[in-house]
């Protein structure tokens, strides 16, 4: 074998991939369209008070009693991490023009959710490091993916700046939501049929979601014997959790009830007003002290979004890998959480398919 394995994507997937093959001794690259790693994984600070800390926009959490690869992994690694916290009353926002009801949160003992401290950022960025550096490159989008009659396969690229480039490969493993590579990535000759209508409806998971983090000085709602867990059929917000660093300062985060086309037409600025004004209504005016707002609308980004997308998700039931079968079955490999027929959506799901994919090449590469 003389060329490398091509990774797309460096989500954690990925990544993942990249870090087991690297461990075998096998060479790959991951080409990865964004200009930084990660892909659904995003934990942000806000430019101007990078003091408050990094807050999750992307995932938060993983629940180790079920996901035992992400819970050894983080082991491993010697991730920190943060119990959710969810002492106090939740609160239930049922009608827009009455107060919301306050209830008694009864904890499960043994359901654990846990955060990782600094965000899941820190998992992925743990995970890069155990890569080269240079089989990473940021800014490289793949196009196409070409099987010639000798069975040697091309990708091509493009750059940031334009530039298209050609990369031979022994094998591919597409580690992206199986809808981008339905629509975003040419193969010659085409994938089947049967294999394009099934990457067609697998959901990206999430995709169509929006996250919303306020920080504050300090978690003031725990004062008040409140967990910071609201649930709303009001909105725009339909879920809000206690996202609070260890440092002292506070944070909620929601998700949105409100669906991505009404979170488009209004815009950011009036979205975020609609935020605030609900955070009031909910947890008294010291919700508008805010030091800081970050918000991601995952719906309007074309690296994880494509427009089928956008509306809830209705049903789960195509997750798993797709059928391939044909000239690409000992060529191309699916990863990505999508593909995990028993984790997909979650974190554990993208390192559980990566690790399948890592040794189904491993097979490959043994039959040849
Ligand atoms: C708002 C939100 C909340 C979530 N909450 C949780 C949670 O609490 N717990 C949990 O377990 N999971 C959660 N998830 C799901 C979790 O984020 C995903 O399961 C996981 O991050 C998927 O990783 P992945 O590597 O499979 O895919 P991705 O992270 O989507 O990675 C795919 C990569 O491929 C790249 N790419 C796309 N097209 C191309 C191309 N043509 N060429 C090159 N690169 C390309 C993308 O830029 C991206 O980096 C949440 C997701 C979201 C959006």
Partial sequence: MTNPVIIVGAGLSGLR??????????????LEARDRIGGRVLSASDPNRPDLGRFDLGPTWF?????????????????????????GDILIERFQIKPPERCELKESSDEKWLRIAGGVQSLVDAVAA????????????????????AGDITVETELSNGKREKVQADGVIL??????????????????PELIVDIENKPTWMAGQAKVVAVY????????????????????????????PTNGS????????????????????????????????????????????????????????????????????NYGQPPIKGVWERKLVFAGTETDPQYSGHLEGALQSAEQAVSKIINLYNKL
């Fill in 17 to 30: 991939a990249a870090s087991l093959l690297t461990a075998q001794g096998i060479k790959c690259r991951v």
């Fill in 250 to 317: 506070g944070a909620l985060f929601g998700f949105f009830g409100m669906p991505s086309e009404a979170r488009n037409r209004l815009g950011e600025d009036e979205v975020l007003n609609l935020v605030v004004n609900q955070l009031g209504k909910l947890f008294g005016n010291e919700a508008k002290n805010i030091e800081a707002i970050l918000y991601k609308d995952w719906a309007s980004d074309s690296e994880t979004a494509v427009a089928e997308d956008f509306s809830p998700l209705k049903n789960y039931q």
């Fill in 130 to 149: 155990t890569i080269p550096s240079e089989v990473i490159e940021l800014e490289t989008r793949v196009e196409k993916i070409q099987l010639d009659e």
């Fill in 175 to 192: 580690a992206l939501p199986p809808r981008l590579v339905a629509q975003h990535i040419e193969f010659s000759p085409s994938l089947p």
């Fill in 217 to 244: 000085d300090r978690p003031f709602w725990r004062e008040a014997g409140l967990s910071g867990y609201v649930l709303s059929a009001v909105g725009p917000l339909e879920e809000i959790y206690d996202a609070s």
């Fill in 63 to 87: 629940w180790p009693q079920h996901e035992s690869h992400i819970a050894s992994l983080i082991e491993e690694l010697n991730l920190e991490t943060i119990v959710q916290y969810k002492k």
